[in-house]
């Protein structure tokens, strides 16, 4: 019993540091791929459309609901403290920090991450990924890299556009409907808002949570059984794992941040 | 009931052994396809036929022993060293394996675009030129989904063979089809190999096509090959043969009830 567990545990961890070895080759394969000619532009710039134009609304959505949340979840507490004047302070530093990176990057996870390993199980069931094979064409390359990539443009931009929907949310909610003044509700942003601390910080959690997304998204996609059940594990496995890992990752970066 | 000199063969299996999990495929086969000439793979369902093209492509990989493709064994090559041997090799799929996310033009382009210095002009000629062939002309701007079976596997078949490879591997061109498109698509093929001299090895059940069309036949049993032209085939005593043959005459296809006799009747 003792010795089953034991082994258990050791064929546990060597089937994981062998995941892990897979999934840095992949990366690997992608990087290589990626400074190599030819360079596929035109299927960039499908992805970048696919991954992020198509999930605008949704972030543009999400973000202002989020804000307006924000704005009277803040009123509410800083008005019992007499700070309701912080308010601009408040949206502002959670939304530039925490909010914006993490939860653009759970949508885009759910929206394009999903849609991606989708698309990549399917033309591996349906053997479109094989065809470029025996068309000698790589498929990491033609489908998978440009894919991944247009992850890292695409998350910075919705994150940041997550964030301004979010600021005007939350003006909207404080200035018009619960009458703080305007002008202390930004200047109360602008004064707490740093550019090394905040604004870097987010723009570096969007671009490790990209990579991430992309990373899972496309290994998942690329590694599924060939079934109509493998398409299913390789999209519910890509929301699960690449929204663990953006939590995880959120907490280590701001660990690291703040030392 | 084999036969044929090595050098002639232009793919060769050499004791290629098989598993997946308990299940062996293939138990030393042995077996060549002819330069130049239609091979047809037979065989019950199960029996390897696509796992054989797959062996040859190098998209899987065999336990032990040895595919030849142009006199190189292709099994312990790397996938980049496999993509300069598939560069004379073209696969039809059995689904026809289009990018769905393509038009038909953009498809049949591909390869062209990608292996060649061709100019857009001249890939537009010659996608057009090929897409003709195979009796689909003004399908350039259609998407896969908006063919049919039959149209989508022709329009596999014109981007399998742009790039004129000098080895065709067709995975059962024939099933799921109607008389009518079976018919055209043999002809296609028949007259790929004929004009071009194309070594064509195609998987299929549908013996009446295979007699038809066949300069040779590799029937796979048992993980292993019995080769010969079709005469030897309908001659064969081998119990094994007399089932599949007697198994698929007494079928409800009337098309492949006429086969052998077709055949005796003097096929290519």
Redesign the interface.
């Known amino acids: 019993m003792k010795s089953n567990s034991i082994s258990d545990l050791g064929f546990g961890t060597l089937g994981l540091v062998g995941h892990l070895g897979r999934v840095a080759l992949f990366l690997g394969h992608i990087g290589r791929v990626t400074v190599q000619r030819p360079y596929r532009i035109r299927r960039l710039v499908n992805e970048v459309f696919d991954a992020g134009v198509l999930s605008l609304a949704i972030v543009c959505l999400s973000g202002a609901t989020v804000g307006a949340v924000l704005g009277l979840q803040g009123y509410t507490t800083l008005s019992r403290f007499g700070a309701a004047g912080s308010l601009g302070a408040v949206v502002g530093l959670s939304l530039v920090r925490e909010l914006g990176p993490v939860l653009t990057a759970l949508l885009v996870t759910g929206r394009a991450g999903s849609a991606m390993a989708a698309e990549i199980a399917s033309?591996v069931t349906?053997?479109?990924i094989?065809?470029?094979?025996?068309?000698?064409?790589?498929p990491v390359d033609f489908v998978v890299a440009p894919k991944a990539l247009a992850m890292l443009f695409v998350l910075p931009m919705l994150s940041a556009l997550f964030t301004s929907f979010g600021f005007f949310g939350g003006y909207v909610v404080g200035v018009e409907l619960l009458g703080l003044d305007g002008g202390t509700y930004l200047s109360s942003m602008e004064g707490s808002i740093d550019f090394q601390d905040d604004v870097a910080q987010s723009l570096v959690k969007s671009l490790v949570f990209a990579a991430l997304v992309g990373t899972i998204a496309t290994y998942r996609g690329f590694h599924a059984e060939p079934t109509s059940a493998g398409v299913s594990a390789a999209t519910t496995g890509t929301v699960v794992v690449a929204s663990l890992s953006i939590l995880l990752f959120d907490y280590v970066i701001t660990a690291l941040w703040s030392v | 009931m084999d036969g044929g000199p090595a050098d002639e063969f232009r793919v060769r299996f050499d004791g290629v052994h098989l598993r997946r999990g308990e299940r062996s495929v293939f138990d030393g086969l042995s077996c060549g396809f002819a330069r130049a000439k239609i091979n047809v793979v037979l065989g019950g369902s199960g029996a390897g036929k696509t796992t054989l093209l797959?062996l040859i492509?190098g998209?899987s990989r065999s336990d032990s022993g040895s595919v030849y493709v142009a006199d190189e064994d292709v099994t312990h090559l790397s996938?980049r060293q496999?993509?300069?041997t598939?560069?004379r090799?073209?696969?039809l799929?059995?689904?026809g394996?289009?990018?769905?996310s393509m038009t038909i033009f953009e498809n049949v382009a591909?390869?062209l675009r990608?292996?060649t210095q061709l100019s857009e002009s001249e890939i537009a000629a010659e996608v057009s030129r090929r897409l003709d062939a195979v009796g689909l002309p003004g399908t350039e701007s259609l998407y896969p989904r908006q063919l049919s079976g039959g149209m989508n596997r022709r329009a596999a078949l014109a981007?399998t063979i742009v790039t004129d490879p000098e080895i065709v591997l067709c995975d059962e061109p024939f099933s799921g089809l109607d008389p009518i498109n079976v018919r055209r698509i043999e002809a296609l093929l028949v007259d790929l190999n004929r004009r071009l001299g194309l070594t064509m090895i195609i998987t299929s059940h549908h013996l009446a096509s295979a007699l038809r069309m066949a300069d040779r036949i590799v029937f796979l049993v048992d993980g292993r090959a019995i080769a010969g032209t079709p005469e030897d085939l309908l001659r064969s005593t081998d119990q094994r043969v007399l089932e599949f043959l007697s198994a698929d005459s007494d079928g409800p296809d009337p098309t492949r009830r006429s086969a052998p006799a077709a055949a005796s009747a003097g096929h290519a």
Do not use: C, K, V, Y
């Open positions: 033309m349906t053997g479109q094989d065809g470029l094979r025996m068309m000698s064409i790589d | 797959r492509g998209l996938e496999l993509f300069r598939r560069s090799i073209g696969m799929f059995q689904g394996a289009l990018l769905d591909l390869p990608e292996h981007r």
